[in-house]
Nanobody
């Protein structure tokens, strides 16, 4: 499986960005997909995960209500809509293929994209 994340950029606080992740490989349609992020000097942290059907989502508690994960299995893509962005959301965002069901630990993900930079200015 290969993953390509894109859509990052520079945005002012309060703004929005939509990240997308294009996947290749037969496992996409049957695997849960997640987003993580890593700020400079910090551990990579869980952002959101969506089940393979696209019917169940789970978010980091601190991001609920601002971020929305979705997927389009016909297009092999998973997206992360980010609203009301804050400077502390600045990070490299990664999409990943989960090994099991709705995991939040990065060790439970097998394949990772290269990441896309999101920078939120104050």
């Amino acid at each position: 499986v290969q993953l390509q994340a894109y859509g990052g950029g520079l945005v002012q606080a309060g703004g929005s960005l939509r990240l997308s992740c294009a996947a290749s490989g037969r496992t996409f349609g049957t695997a849960d997909m997640g987003w993580f992020r890593q700020a400079p000097g910090k551990e990579r942290e869980f952002v959101a995960v969506i089940n393979w059907r696209g019917t169940i989502t789970r978010y980091a508690d601190s991001l609920k209500g601002r971020f929305t994960i979705s997927r389009d299995n016909a297009k092999n893509t998973v997206a992360l809509q980010m609203n009301s962005l804050k400077p502390e959301d600045t990070a490299v965002y990664y999409c990943a293929v989960a090994r099991g069901a709705m995991p939040t630990m990065r060790t439970e993900y097998d394949y990772w994209g290269q990441g896309t930079q999101v920078t939120v200015s104050s």
